[in-house]
């Protein structure tokens, strides 16, 4: 086998690789029971003062804590918010926090919201309890140290994220604003509703991913 053919067959067999763990390969959720049982923790700000952050201003609208499982995580580069908000982190929580729920489901993001679907031609426990125990979280990190910490959060993992749910405004784009409900969905599809978090603080308690 001469040099362009041993060149041609690794590179075969990293496309094989990437392939493989890009489309074929699930990590499977190895843990029994509801491992996050607490709802997010959410208090109003009733006197909320905007602060700049970058080209943006930030209005706090309620103090946030979520604990919960990741579903998924999406980084985001290029469109209008990436620039404050570069990471998305679906998490899960109660009934939704169990892996077999979880593993009977499939998940996907899309244009900053996260679509559901059954994985089979049922729903593993009741659609409303889908709704009401999942959250697509676009998380602008306060320091640099915050954003290093959510990009090691991983698929099933178990985290909590603290801050605060936010409006973000900037000269010449509609006020982005965040959910304060967990039981709003949108028009396209089975899309949850989305919290903008300005995080404080990251903890991963569990890593439930193994490899």
């Not at 491992?35 to 209005?59: L, S």
């Not at 999406?74 to 570069?86: Q, V």
């Not at 899309?110 to 009741?126: E, N, Q, S």
């Amino acid at each position: 086998m001469n040099k362009t053919n041993i060149q041609l067959f690794l590179l075969f067999l990293l496309m094989a690789f990437v392939f493989y763990f890009g489309f074929i390969y699930e990590k499977k959720a190895d843990w029994k029971g509801i491992i996050a049982k607490q709802e997010p923790v959410q208090r109003m700000i009733k006197h909320p003062k905007p602060f700049k952050y970058k080209k943006f201003f930030i209005t706090p609208l309620a103090d946030y804590s979520i604990t919960g499982v990741v579903i998924s995580t999406e980084r985001y580069f290029f469109d209008s918010t990436s620039s404050i908000s570069p990471i998305d982190i679906a998490l899960a929580w109660k009934k939704m926090s169990m892996a077999e729920v979880l593993t009977e489901l499939k998940f996907k993001h899309r244009r900053r919201c996260l679509l559901y679907a059954p994985k089979k031609d049922y729903w593993p426990i009741l659609e409303q309890d889908i709704r009401s125990s999942l959250s697509n979280n676009h998380c602008i990190p306060a320091n640099k140290d915050i954003k290093k910490k959510l990009f090691k959060i991983k698929q099933y993992d178990l985290v909590t994220i603290k801050g605060q749910l936010v409006k973000a405004e900037k000269p010449g784009m509609m006020p982005w604003t965040s959910s304060l409900s967990r039981n709003d969905t949108s028009f396209w599809g089975e899309m949850v509703g989305c919290e903008i978090i300005y995080v404080t603080d990251v903890e991963i308690l569990d890593k439930k991913q193994k490899s």
